[in-house]
């Protein structure tokens, strides 16, 4: 089932400054959707417009089928927002700050919240103002997940915490998504989403590049890029050049098809085969400096190679 469908979303900022640009996505319960983009990708603004915190200015946002501008507090209860900054309420104890929630949405016990304070070593009876930033990350993120909610937005989760608060926190979204629930999360890279998400839609200036599902496994290819010249300088005479180098773009193509790209004498290409099939090619030829990369998410699906480019 459907728990959130955005529909061609735009927004525009300022003097006609593009933040969201024709934005669509659907997640169906179970999703971990990552929303991956670097710096004023327009990360931030979707998830204020999929949490009501801001509108668009054309283009549908539901939740259950029903609009999100429309949502009454009772629908409102059953969506929970993990924004990147800290809690606003320093006089508070933690304590107060769940039974407020509880209050509000009638789902949740202080019990589970506080079972969740224990595993993040946090005491529910001090107050907010006392917490170190990773903490308040902490209680922020309790007081999202322990009402169980069916939605569940977050902006840039890595921020203020450590690789083990961090991977708590993925296991615990992880296992709320196999009871049913959706979430929308943002990352400025596909590396802190991967095992955990199976959806994804990669921004880059409010512009959708990419989207769709993605194997919880999926690991970006790698990159063999040379320079032709110098790789075969001790390997091949002048007079055999030319028809050594057309021999060896013939190989390389039926090994990597038509992803092998040339510029000059700068040879690079993305690789996803066995490696053992590319080690016994390379040596073959007698290929004698190269270099074998690794791709992030963003370079494979934007066919980026400026990386690799002399």
């Known amino acids: 089932m459907e728990v959130l469908t955005i529909e061609s979303v735009k927004k525009v900022y300022g003097a006609g400054q593009l933040k969201l640009n024709n934005i669509s996505l659907k997640a169906e319960q179970g999703d971990f959707t990552a929303i991956i983009g670097e710096k004023q990708a327009g990360k931030t603004s979707l998830l204020h417009i999929i949490t009501g915190r801001q509108t668009a200015d054309s283009g549908k946002?539901?939740?259950?089928?029903?609009?999100?501008?429309?949502?009454?507090?009772?629908?409102?209860?059953?969506?929970?927002?993990?924004?990147?900054d800290i809690l606003l309420y320093p006089n508070r104890t933690v304590r107060r700050i769940f039974e407020r929630t509880i209050s509000w949405t009638g789902m949740g016990t202080i019990q589970k919240a506080q079972e969740l304070c224990q595993e993040f070593s946090i005491d529910i009876e001090s107050k907010v103002a006392e917490l170190s930033q990773k903490q308040n990350k902490c209680v922020s993120f309790i007081n999202a997940v322990f009402t169980n909610p069916r939605l569940i937005c977050i902006d840039e989760l890595y921020h203020e915490t450590d690789k083990e608060t961090y991977t708590m926190m993925m296991e615990i979204l992880s296992g709320l998504c196999r009871k049913g629930a959706a979430v929308i999360a943002s990352f400025?890279?596909?590396?802190?989403?991967?095992?955990?998400?199976?959806?994804?839609?990669?921004?880059n200036k409010g512009n959708c590049k990419a989207k769709g599902t993605i194997s919880k496994d999926y690991s970006p290819p790698k990159m063999v890029s040379m320079n032709l010249k110098s790789c075969f300088k001790d390997?091949?005479?002048?007079?055999?050049?030319?028809?050594?180098?057309?021999?060896?773009?013939?190989?390389?193509?039926?090994?990597?098809?038509?992803?092998?790209?040339?510029?000059?004498?700068?040879?690079?290409?993305?690789?996803?085969?066995?490696?053992?099939?590319?080690?016994?090619?390379?040596?073959?030829?007698?290929?004698?400096?190269?270099?074998?990369?690794?791709?992030?998410?963003?370079?494979?699906?934007?066919?980026?190679?400026?990386?690799?480019?002399?």
């Open 61 to 84: 946002v539901s939740f259950y089928g029903q609009n999100i501008r429309k949502l009454q507090d009772d629908a409102w209860r059953y969506t929970a927002w993990i924004p990147d």
């Open 235 to 310: 390997t091949v005479s002048e007079s055999e050049w030319e028809e050594y180098i057309r021999l060896f773009l013939h190989d390389c193509r039926e090994l990597a098809g038509d992803e092998v790209v040339t510029r000059g004498n700068s040879l690079f290409f993305s690789y996803d085969g066995d490696l053992t099939a590319l080690s016994h090619l390379l040596f073959k030829y007698g290929c004698e400096d190269y270099q074998v990369e690794q791709m992030t998410m963003e370079e494979n699906f934007l066919k980026n190679y400026e990386r690799w480019q002399e």
């Open 188 to 203: 400025d890279e596909y590396k802190k989403a991967a095992g955990y998400c199976n959806r994804f839609l990669l921004l």
